[in-house]
């Protein structure tokens, strides 16, 4: 029993974190299905406004407003894997009857609205069960040292996800047809299901219990009642008040320029759409390498020691993007003089080093205040994120419109948007400065007995 217990110390290994990585994949290739290849099928083949999908892509992130309550069943329940699982088949469901929906929208536009509005609810909903569940897991199996690293290697893994469904479906996709595209979206969707179901099967028991769950009896302990009770409890606490404030703002500075950058760079710098498709895949390789570099220097792998707190990365990295959007500002006003491959690479380092830390920032807290509800907390962070993307690309492109409007230079009135980022950013990295650190922890090993006590790291109070 001692022997057993000394194991689920270690937390999740690499493997087991790379399992929860193709969960993650799973869960970005249905959802590149629905947010890329759908959107290009409904403005290219069917000739629809593009205003549609992007409602549509904008209403899946409205539904996961509802990440909390997912979060708060899997911490009622005690087991993470009912909700992955679950969350994936709802998911899969969705992807399928958005491409079902779409299909039939040239011989029937009202049939097809309302199952392809039905197919992009349903992706809000898996996602919210789906990923809430799976960061929850995470958060829980990993320990400190890990930690930066599991976060790198599961987006990557989830960004591996987007790029090979969106390859291989476009790829299958020609010559188009609704037959053509139903069997694509099929084989995606249900190698997506089947996929998770392998690799998620006895997983969780691998970490030992849950903090929520007493062997003895399999009563759930501290847990409230209600939802609202719930979520009313952990936003009572300082620190997950003060890094939902943090998620919201940093995520809607970072996704505000998605939807404006290659814009910029085709009417200011003259690119064409292939070279800025290709400007878009170094904002990416940047983003990368910034995951990488957190994920070494926060390991200790490779240096020996840990270089920087995760504190320090998610403010450093804040302030980096501040400066790199302010670099921009002075490139629409400079022109084509301005280096702006090297300017846009340095963004998405700066944009990849602060995400991940505040990622692995996010798996720390999750676990820390009077009780163990890391899925709450994991849920609530969750719909913060969402409802910042889902505005920053209405924000950015309706800024950029507006400045254009006002003002005679189009790289000014991108600059001006863009310092607006940098604004956001410097707020970020404020609300940053106040995400507390854990308590010294030794380099190979979680705190005895994490799984089955109650281990904060170090409540407000005990900091003060």
């Not at 099929?186 to 970490?207: K, Y």
């Not at 899925?375 to 800024?399: I, K």
């Not at 507006?402 to 005679?408: G, H, V, Y």
Request: some cysteine; aromatic content about 8%.
């Amino acid at each position: 029993m001692q022997a057993s217990r000394h194991a689920s110390n270690k937390g999740f290994g690499w493997l087991d974190i790379a399992r929860l990585g193709l969960v993650q994949a799973c869960i970005g290739a249905v959802v590149v299905l629905a947010t890329s290849t759908l959107n290009r099928v409904m403005v290219v083949e069917l000739g629809l406004a593009a205003v549609l999908p992007g409602a549509l892509v904008a209403m899946h992130y409205v539904v996961q407003l509802l990440r909390p309550r997912m979060g708060f069943g899997a911490d009622q329940t005690g087991r993470c894997t009912p909700w992955i699982v679950g969350g994936m088949a709802i998911l899969a469901s969705g992807g399928w009857l958005a491409s079902l929906g779409t299909s039939i929208m040239g011989d029937s536009p009202s049939m097809g609205l309302a199952v392809v509005t039905l197919g992009f609810a349903l992706i809000g909903v898996g996602v919210s069960a789906c990923g809430t569940s799976v960061l929850t897991l995470l958060a829980k199996r990993t320990n400190e040292r890990r930690r930066a690293g599991a976060a790198t290697l599961v987006w990557m893994m989830m960004i591996a996800g987007f790029a090979i469904t969106a390859g291989v479906a476009g790829a299958l996709l020609d010559p188009f047809s609704p037959e053509r595209l139903l069997a694509v979206a099929g084989g995606v969707t249900l190698g997506a299901f089947i996929l998770t179901a392998v690799v998620i099967f006895g997983l969780e028991s691998r970490g030992g219990p849950l903090p929520a769950v007493t062997q003895e009896a399999g009563v759930y302990l501290d847990q409230p009642s209600r939802f609202r009770e719930a979520l009313r409890s952990v936003l009572s606490e300082p620190s997950t008040r003060q890094f939902t404030w943090f998620v919201g703002i940093s995520m809607l500075a970072f996704s505000t320029q998605d939807l404006i950058l290659e814009p910029f760079a085709g009417i200011v710098f003259g690119y064409t759409p292939g070279e800025s498709t290709q400007l878009s895949g170094t904002q990416h390789a940047g983003v990368l390498a910034g995951m990488i570099l957190v994920a070494l220097a926060g390991s200790g792998y490779v240096f020996g020691r840990r270089l920087g707190s995760l504190r320090f990365w998610t403010v450093s990295g804040c302030i980096a993007s501040a400066v790199a959007l302010c670099g921009l500002s002075i490139g629409g006003q400079v022109g084509m003089g301005w280096p702006l491959a090297l300017n846009v690479f340095l963004l998405g380092l700066a944009n990849g080093a602060f995400s991940i830390a505040a990622i692995a920032s996010m798996m720390r807290l999750a676990g820390e205040g009077q009780a163990k509800r890391e899925g709450t907390r994991m849920g609530l962070w969750g719909a913060a994120q969402a409802l910042a993307f889902g505005l920053g690309g209405l924000l950015g492109t309706s800024l950029s419109d507006i400045a254009r409007f006002f003002m005679d230079s189009p790289g000014a009135a991108y600059g001006l948007v863009f310092a607006f980022e940098a604004l956001l950013f410097l707020v970020a990295a404020q609300l940053g400065r106040g995400i507390a650190e854990p308590q010294a922890i030794a380099a190979n090993e979680l705190p005895h007995d994490a799984q089955c006590q109650d281990l904060s790291l170090a409540s407000p109070s005990q900091r003060a």
